[in-house]
């Protein structure tokens, strides 16, 4: 039987990860708000040459799964997520790639 990973978030860790997961061992599933990871470093070349600056989930690897939800809670003895709609997901590993809040040093516009 395959072990479970929810994985939280498409941070910049999910896109290796989820290249390179061996999904004959593993039933992968993402929870996260958006379904895009966004290659931020692409942003100022943008201006000019309107490049895709997103990756779909399935883009990276078609097959995971996909949730939708918010995660309010861990319960590491359960070893359950809890979700902002109160839906539970299982896990035998959790990964968090869920990023980091983005330091602008309070410039305005950014």
């Not at 918010?70 to 590993?93: C, L, M, P, S, W």
């Amino acid at each position: 039987m395959k072990q479970r990973i929810v994985v939280v978030g498409l941070g910049w860790a999910c896109v290796p990860f989820l290249q390179n997961i061996d999904l004959d061992q593993y039933d992968v599933c993402v929870v996260s708000l958006s379904d895009e990871f966004v290659y931020t470093p692409l942003l100022a070349q943008n201006v000019l040459h309107r490049r895709k600056l997103t990756m779909n989930v399935k883009e990276i690897n078609k097959y995971v799964s996909f949730v939708s939800d918010e995660i309010v809670n861990v319960d590491f003895d359960k070893r359950q997520i809890i979700a902002k709609t109160g839906a539970t997901h299982n896990y035998d590993i959790l990964v968090l790639c869920h990023g980091a809040e983005i330091n602008t040093f309070n410039i305005r516009g950014i």
